[in-house]
């Protein structure tokens, strides 16, 4: 990308993030009925580490609008910012998340970058056992319709990652993205880090029994959610040998060192 196209994108963002900022300013004085949440919380916020239940989980927010919640995603995925059924979303952008002014926000983004407002916000994650997740992640890039019907999907050079076998995947993937659990709240990708700002969140839950954590999440917010499953990978005849799956539990070691912090502070 030349000089001048990255100009033009940096410029459309720009133009985006102020239409989003006057939209935000303005829905935040309208009637929110739907936007009522239990003791001291003004809003949550969901650090998304991908294939985790994230997905699932925020097109369950977006249902309490009344409306499809992929529609309410591509209205996001061109604004955002959008106020549908009368709450407010935020979707990717640093800028309006701190900001604070919605109802439910979600993004990607590492929790140095993505700072929603300390006082107010009820704000958690979703953590996986690191090996089930980077073969789903695997297996998500290989599938060429996990994104069907969907605004956000994986951009074609991640797809390349996952071209060939889970031992070429594991060459190829950047290790951002491969200790993603790490790199979202450390952006050394240090142990210590990471675990001292998950112990910041107001709730950590785990994939494994999401259900309890749905359940924790309604009992402090009062917000009932009813998740379902989201882009569920479909990619079929794929073989990941004993070898390759060795080969990740070592290289994902930091994450198993996190996990294992945290569940001995809980």
Not at 134 to 157: C, I, N, Q, T, W
Not at 159 to 170: D, S, V
Not at 180 to 202: D, M, N
Request: with cysteine.
């Amino acid at each position: 990308m030349n000089q001048d196209s990255n100009d033009a994108v940096l410029l459309r963002s720009r133009i985006r993030t102020s239409a989003a900022e006057v939209l935000s300013r303005t829905a935040q004085w309208a009637p929110r009925s739907k936007e009522m949440l239990s003791g001291e919380y003004e809003r949550i916020y969901l650090y998304h580490v991908r294939k985790t239940a994230g997905t699932s989980i925020s097109m369950a927010f977006f249902a309490l609008s009344g409306r499809d919640p992929r529609k309410v995603e591509r209205k996001l995925y061109l604004f955002s910012f959008v106020r549908s059924g009368g709450i407010r979303y935020v979707e990717h952008n640093a800028q309006l998340i701190r900001g604070g002014r919605y109802f439910f926000g979600v993004s990607h983004l590492p929790c140095y970058e993505a700072r929603p407002p300390e006082r107010g916000t009820f704000a958690f994650t979703v953590l996986r056992d690191p090996l089930s997740r980077v073969v789903s992640l695997y297996k998500y890039l290989r599938s060429s319709d996990a994104d069907a019907g969907m605004a956000f999907g994986a951009p074609e050079a991640e797809r390349a990652w996952a071209r060939g076998t889970f031992g070429q995947f594991l060459d190829r993937v950047p290790k951002e993205n491969l200790l993603g659990q790490l790199f979202t709240f450390s952006s050394s990708g240090t142990v210590a880090e990471a675990v001292e700002e998950i112990g910041k969140l107001t709730l950590v839950m785990r994939t494994e029994s999401l259900a309890d954590g749905i359940e924790a999440l309604s009992a402090a917010t009062g917000v009932r959610l009813e998740v379902g499953h989201e882009r569920a990978s479909t990619s079929r005849g794929v073989a990941i040998t004993e070898s390759e799956l060795d080969r990740a539990r070592g290289l994902l070691v930091p994450e198993y060192d996190v996990l294992a912090q945290l569940d001995g502070n809980a």
